[in-house]
């Protein structure tokens, strides 16, 4: 496997899907879609129930591996990247279904983002004072940064279980961000959300967009957040891509409005 | 980059693939092997000795793998009342165990008592009746919802429970079933077989019968009736059973009580194989094995399951037991299990388990 | 009123980070130390330091071992009773092997041996979830029993097939053994366990802790932050072994002197994982109530009788014993099923507001 990683400069593509197909048993989930995430861009990703979004990030993430096609990040080919691997080198996400660990703190679940950054050696944790403690306090103050940045501070010490879902979901951003991804991979960040939730929402996916310089590509179903916020958009239907481009030229694309209002097949 | 187009379903099979053949190529290579080391050797004891021993004694092989049968409806039993209760509740019973006890002691206590023996099955029926209710009432209804392990643990509690009340009334002493007295056979049959003889003891020939018959009854009342449509439903969903009008609360008793009477056949056949004692509690852990190596959740796993841990615990034993002092019977069913989980984690008839998220 | 943390401010990570951070805890755990380690051996006498502190001591490290296992890793364990009996057989050859050395060097070697065992056995858990994972730890209960009653090298082919503790000195002072005065061992053993409590919750609060915890909630999503699960898993159980073994090895060097197979049975790894879940899983503190609780019920059951004047015969006291052990059980479980760390933490909570509450 080919890992020399380049460093990728804005508005280069930081991640390559080439003819990807993807099926479970006989369900085709994905059928050759391909498409670029540019660095630095808010890449949006929206089709109808069903149509594959969840399962091209899992495909991203190397939660799944697709059967056919490439998978070409930092350019490098990366087809069978395992889940870990990808969170090493540098793509974070959130989750549909808030994926938090439910019975540990905020601030545990944010740290818990830091964990490939920590090195310190088990011996050390045993007795914990010097080397362990000192790495413990560095990431926490990251980590206190980020909570600063999403206004947690309240929450810090309650177990996430008992959060309700709108602060979960911001809980599930901070852990995301926590790993410093240079690719952030969104799944419904507003899902479920009040307008003032998801306004906060947006306002803090741009602020990391622009202050972080992170690359996002995020699945969303509201089409005003996502004609606001996003670069670009692809549009997915049954699997397959119908549509790819600014918010603009998508809205007006006749499959786009076809796919959504629907049509006799 | 040659590998560009990786299949995971090509990668995901041949693991597996791999992974016999490996184990099939490491046998192979063994058999072999111990043939060029020579009679004698460690490795010719364990995998060539036993099966010249049983060409030399095919009856002495079909004596044991009948044991093993045996042994196996007795597991199988247990797994099913297990079973039976996990599907519906997710309960995993840790309590089929004393529940044999109880339904076998109760039996024959009540005949102690002067009860006729008809009438003492049918109270110990009643028993398990009045049983199943209290469980459900005392037990099961307050920790509604909670995790496995709490429920689980609670099983574990109701078991202390019952072995205490049970030595209560009945005392600690072992006792003999009564059986006679409900009409099971006894005496053996025997009979040549390619140059010796084989033995089958009537009564387990009747173990096996009745298993079959309970089975059956329940495959009826699962699939037949209103009551074991609503059971099944129960399994798939809690909520959505509700939503649709079942009450969880009768279904629990009605399941306990089921598995309350699977106990009570399992209670009598074992006792009137070795006799009634708390000791049959700590037995019943095989059923462990049998439910987890079937897939907890399915009456054909448990019944498939119980053999083949009967069988093969039997065979290990009488085989490859003296090589190295006896009693491997009472690990050796937790390795099969543990490998045939390996290659399927979910249980040979469980739902496959799918990671989402 | 007295119990509030008004006013104490933090001005680190490091203090906001310690492991009691309201000053009134950290004062009270100093306090409880003194009262173990002075008040106790002073006052109590030796039925109160065999039966009672010893044996609650032990079963608590054992317990605090599963408890990192099952609370804090989420992986299921009934072979708690085989690993403390790897740490017992292995400290025995240890110190018979090297009569001269240190006792307390075999005793937290033998935890070793077990958390080599323990891993071997945790591999299982790579593809196995859940109930299933029970399997593996049960075919480990067994399969050691069953090896210790076979393999006479373990017990040095002693015909009774026990181990029996020789007798060990330290600066001239008898501490295994039947010359060992229960005051000795009660001091050895709170030390270790002291030491050993504060080395699991240095464990639990760090990077350690929370990755263990990960997989405990959610084990995809753990793996796609970057945990190696197979890694943590293992090392869970490596160290969950290495207490338990040292437990195993402190039971029969310090408390009963002498052990047979039975005394590592599937009972004793049962009797462990009620102390955790009674106790409360996920809690260090709750591991050392847990193990109080169902350690002193039975003998305060057992003494109950006499007091209130009943004659009752041994063997019904016993059952009856076991039937309200039972009952309590279940109780325990309805009324607070997340273990009496939990009622404990919400007592705090109100002591805190009181006398105010809002």
């Not at chain 2, 079973?83 to 004393?98: E, T």
């Not at chain 3, 009270?28 to 010893?54: E, H, K, Q, R, Y």
């Not at chain 3, 919750?201 to 197979?230: Q, Y």
């Not at chain 3, 029969?252 to 790894?269: K, P, R």
């Amino acid at each position: 496997m080919n890992t020399a990683i380049a460093e990728i400069q804005p508005g280069k593509p930081i991640l390559a899907m080439d003819h990807i197909s993807l099926s479970f048993g006989g369900v085709k989930a994905i059928r050759d879609v391909s498409f670029d995430i540019r660095k630095g861009e808010i890449r949006a990703i929206i089709g109808p129930n069903g149509a594959g979004k969840t399962s091209l990030l899992n495909v991203i993430n190397g939660f799944y591996h697709p059967q056919e096609g490439i998978i070409n990040y930092k350019g490098a080919k990366r087809n069978d990247m395992k889940p870990y691997v990808a969170a090493s080198q540098g793509i974070a996400r959130t989750f549909q279904n808030v994926a938090l660990f439910a019975g540990m703190s905020t601030l545990d679940n944010i740290m818990s983002g830091r964990m490939l950054k920590m090195k310190v050696a088990l011996p050390w944790h045993i007795i914990r004072f010097g080397p362990a403690e000192r790495e413990e306090i560095e990431h926490r103050e990251f980590v206190e940064q980020i909570i600063d940045f999403l206004e947690i501070q309240a929450i810090r010490r309650t177990p996430v279980g008992r959060l309700p879902y709108g602060l979960q979901k911001r809980v599930e951003l901070g852990r995301a961000l926590a790993m410093e991804p240079e690719l952030l991979l969104l799944d419904e960040p507003m899902a479920g959300m009040n307008l003032e939730e998801k306004e906060d929402m947006s306002r803090f996916v741009l602020d990391v967009n622009d202050q972080f310089g992170t690359t996002i590509a995020l699945i969303e179903h509201d089409m005003g957040v996502v004609m606001d916020i996003s670069d670009r958009v692809i549009v997915l239907d049954y699997g397959q891509k119908i549509a790819d481009g600014t918010p603009d030229e998508v809205k007006n694309n006749q499959n786009v409005i076809d796919a959504y209002l629907g049509v006799a097949h | 980059m040659s590998d560009t187009t990786l299949k995971p379903s090509r990668a995901s099979m041949s693991a597996g693939k791999r992974n016999w053949l490996v184990t099939a190529a490491l046998f192979a290579a063994a058999v072999v092997g111990s043939l060029v080391v020579g009679e004698g050797s460690l490795v010719y004891e364990i995998f060539v000795s036993p099966f010249l021993f049983v060409v030399e004694a095919p009856d002495l092989f079909v004596q044991v793998i009948w044991e093993g049968l045996v042994a196996g409806t007795l597991y199988a039993l247990l797994g099913l009342g297990f079973v039976l209760i996990f599907k519906a509740s997710g309960v995993f019973n840790f309590a089929q165990g004393i529940m044999v006890v109880f339904g076998a002691l109760s039996l024959v206590g009540f005949y102690a008592a002067g009860i006729p023996a008809i009438l003492s099955l049918l109270l110990s029926i009643a028993m398990m009746y009045v049983l199943a209710w209290t469980v459900e009432r005392v037990v099961l209804r307050p920790l509604v919802n909670q995790d496995p392990l709490i429920l689980f643990m609670a099983t574990i509690g109701l078991t202390y429970f019952l072995i205490g009340f049970g030595e209560f009334i009945f005392g600690g002493e072992p006792k003999t079933m009564i059986t006679e007295e409900i009409g099971l056979p006894s005496g053996s049959y025997s009979f040549d077989f390619m140059g010796g003889f084989v033995s089958l003891q009537k009564l387990d020939i009747a173990a096996a019968v009745i298993a079959a018959i309970l089975v059956g009854c329940l495959a009826v009342f699962f699939n037949k009736t209103k009551v074991g449509r609503a059971l099944r439903a129960v399994a798939d969903d809690h909520q959505a059973a509700l939503s649709v009008g079942i009450t969880l609360r009768q279904i629990w008793v009605i399941v306990w009580f089921a598995a309350g009477i699977v106990a009570l056949t399992t209670g009598i056949m074992w006792g009137a194989r070795s006799d009634v004692s708390f000791a049959l509690q700590i037995v019943a852990l095989k059923a462990l094995p049998v439910i987890i190596l079937g897939g907890l959740t399915s009456i054909p796993g448990a019944i498939i399951g119980g053999l083949i841990i009967g069988i093969s615990e039997k065979l290990a034993e009488f085989y490859w037991g003296p090589l190295v002092g006896g009693s491997i019977e009472s690990w050796v069913p937790y390795f099969i299990a543990l490998g045939f989980l390996w290659f399927r984690p979910q249980g040979l008839f469980g739902e496959k388990i799918i990671d989402r998220i | 009123m007295f119990y509030r943390e008004t006013g104490q401010f933090k001005t680190s990570y490091r203090t906001d980070q310690a492991v009691f951070p309201i000053k009134q805890d950290a004062i009270g755990i100093w306090v409880l130390l003194a009262i173990l380690f002075i008040v106790v051996p002073l006052t109590f006498n030796d039925f109160w330091l065999n039966s009672i502190m010893i044996p609650t001591l032990i079963f608590s490290l054992a317990a605090i071992g599963l408890n990192l296992l099952l609370g804090y890793a989420g992986q299921i364990s009934l072979g708690t009773g085989g690993f403390m009996g790897v740490g017992a057989y292995s400290c025995y050859k240890l110190t018979t092997i090297f009569p001269d050395v240190n006792i307390l060097i075999p005793i937290l070697l033998s935890g070793f041996v077990a958390a080599a065992v323990g891993v071997l056995f945790g591999i299982p858990s790579l593809r196995i979830k859940g109930f299933y994972l029970a399997i593996a730890t049960l075919a480990s209960q067994f399969f050691l029993v069953w090896a210790f009653g076979r393999i006479e090298w373990l017990y040095n082919y002693n015909p009774s097939g026990a181990i029996e503790v020789p007798t060990r000195r330290i600066f001239d002072i008898a501490v295994t053994g039947p010359h060992a005065t229960s005051m000795t061992r009660y001091l050895i053993i709170l030390s270790i366990v002291v030491v050993l409590t504060w080395v699991a919750s240095n464990l639990v609060r760090g990077r350690i802790g929370r990755a263990w915890m990960a997989i405990r909630d959610m084990d995809i999503a753990a793996e796609l932050i970057g945990i190696k699960l197979l890694q943590t898993k293992l090392t869970a159980f490596a160290i969950s072994s290495y207490y338990a073994g040292v437990a195993g090895a402190l039971m029969v060097f310090m408390w009963l002197g002498a052990a047979e197979v039975e005394s590592f049975d599937i009972n004793h790894s049962f009797l462990i994982l009620f102390m955790v879940v009674i106790g409360g899983s996920g809690s260090l503190i709750g591991s050392f109530m847990g193990a109080a609780f169902i350690w002193v019920l039975p003998i305060f059951l057992r003494s109950a009788p006499d007091y209130i004047g009943l004659e009752i015969g041994a063997a019904t006291v016993e059952h009856i014993n076991f039937m309200v052990v039972g009952a309590l059980i279940i109780f325990f479980l309805i009324v607070e099923p997340n273990g009496i760390a939990r009622l404990w933490q919400i007592g705090k909570e109100k002591l805190r507001r009181w006398p105010f509450p809002y």
